[in-house]
């Protein structure tokens, strides 16, 4: 009886499915699971894809906004207040004014150490370009980020198109971004 009415509700289906000019195909279980199996790969395959896109994307973000950063870093190496005798801290108990100048040096330090991460691997990129006869990329990402010059003054300068020095930023960028994060383990097994 009950297989009468499984036919039955199938052909039904069936039935409204040519109404709305839909089809329908009848498979065995096997290959029904055989056919989301594969669908939920390629779906996990797709959302790795785009994960691994999204972190190129995010270092490449984090390695230009830390660029553009680096002269105020710079700054704040050379000036920041990290004595007591810099200045006054009037109002401020002994205590306070130790953890205020132990907080600027922290600050300060972490920023040494990374603005001289950050020179090492600048001084890599200048060195390859160097060696490759292409110095004058290295030009344009100098005045772009150590002068802070703008693409369009850069190319007027280099007598260069209006769109190649952004061209030349981003690809240093993109090596910089290596240097100074390393690769990632999904990069490695590529």
């Not at 690809?171 to 100074?180: F, G, K, P, T």
């Amino acid at each position: 009886m009950q297989e009468t009415e499984t036919k039955a509700a199938g052909a039904e289906i069936a039935a409204e499915g040519e109404e709305t000019g839909e089809s329908w195909v009848a498979l065995p279980a096997s290959e029904f699971e055989e056919l989301i199996q594969k669908a939920a790969r390629a779906a996990v395959r797709e959302y790795r894809k785009q994960e691994e896109k999204e972190k190129r994307q995010n270092k490449y973000h984090n390695t230009f906004t830390l660029m553009k950063c680096y002269r105020d870093a710079v700054f704040h190496i050379q000036h920041a207040v990290s004595d007591g005798e810099q200045l006054e801290l009037k109002g401020m108990t002994e205590e306070q004014q130790r953890v205020y100048l132990e907080s600027v040096r922290r600050s300060r330090f972490k920023t040494l150490i990374m603005t001289a991460h950050i020179d090492t691997a600048v001084e890599e990129i200048e060195r390859r370009r160097r060696a490759a006869g292409r110095e004058v990329e290295y030009k344009a990402f100098e005045l772009y980020f150590m002068q802070g010059m703008e693409y369009a003054e850069i190319a007027e300068e280099l007598e260069t198109g209006k769109n190649t020095p952004r061209r030349w930023v981003t690809a240093i960028i993109n090596e910089l971004s290596v240097l100074l994060w390393g690769i990632d383990e999904e990069r490695a097994r590529l």
